[in-house]
């Protein structure tokens, strides 16, 4: 008897499996942290009665949702270097000039990008902040670095939010929008198009300001990652025309 998961097609489709369910644990902690955990923050803040439940939240949740934070996108990030792979087995020389390709090959971009997010700057960040909080609870004075450290990790989460929509769409897109690409499109424009989009969101992701509301306010992001869904929908089919 012969089990379709066996086959080739069967492999790919459950490393598509284990993509989405880690996809989908990834990007729901980033959620989280933006659209729930950071307001509810700010409300412990604003009341001096409850204002010290943030830093045990700090202590002992936020560890737990790191965890499943950072260790989701890797998953994603290795399981969908498996799936270009295997596609490209699939494929070959061909892929290259599918439509599907166009929009993966962006996504991917901004995937790789919030993979390298997570692990580069958002934990480490963030470590400083738990290690802070830490020392308050035993007794010691705050990290003099603390605060810096998280406002750096909450704008490149906020980046990263950003960075979800498009990624979103453009996974979408690339199986089920029938948009016709010319095979002989030049994927060096397509590139250089991305690479400076994506390049000057994510030197403001670095070396932006924190305080900025047009990305650190959940209106904001949300706003922003449409406009960037957008133009980046536009510049793929005028550069694979």
Request: hydrophobic share 55%; net charge positive.
């Amino acid at each position: 008897m012969n089990f379709a998961l066996f086959s080739m097609q069967g492999t790919e489709m459950l490393f598509r499996f284990f993509h989405y369910f880690a996809g989908v644990v990834w990007i729901g902690m980033l959620y989280y942290f933006n659209f729930v955990q950071g307001e509810w923050f700010k409300e412990l803040d604003a009341d001096e009665k409850i204002k010290s439940s943030r830093g045990v939240a700090v202590r002992t949740l936020v560890p737990r949702a790191l965890a499943w934070f950072r260790y989701g996108a890797l998953v994603t990030f290795l399981t969908g270097v498996a799936l270009l792979g295997l596609k490209g087995q699939s494929f070959g020389s061909e892929m290259f000039k599918t439509s599907w390709w166009a929009y993966i090959s962006v996504g991917t971009a901004f995937g790789t990008v919030m993979f390298l997010n997570v692990w580069l700057i958002i934990w480490p960040k963030q470590k400083i902040v738990i290690a802070s909080a830490k020392q308050i609870a035993a007794g010691g004075a705050a990290l003099p670095e603390a605060a810096a450290a998280a406002g750096k990790a909450g704008l490149a989460s906020r980046h990263n939010t950003l960075f979800s929509i498009p990624l979103l769409f453009l996974m979408g897109a690339a199986s089920h929008l029938p948009s016709q690409v010319n095979p002989e499109y030049n994927g060096l424009k397509l590139a250089a198009f991305v690479v400076v989009v994506l390049g000057a969101l994510e030197f403001n992701a670095i070396k932006g300001k924190t305080d900025n509301l047009k990305i650190t306010s959940i209106m904001g992001v949300t706003h922003m990652g449409i406009v960037l869904t957008a133009i980046l929908y536009f510049g793929i089919e005028v550069l694979t025309k």
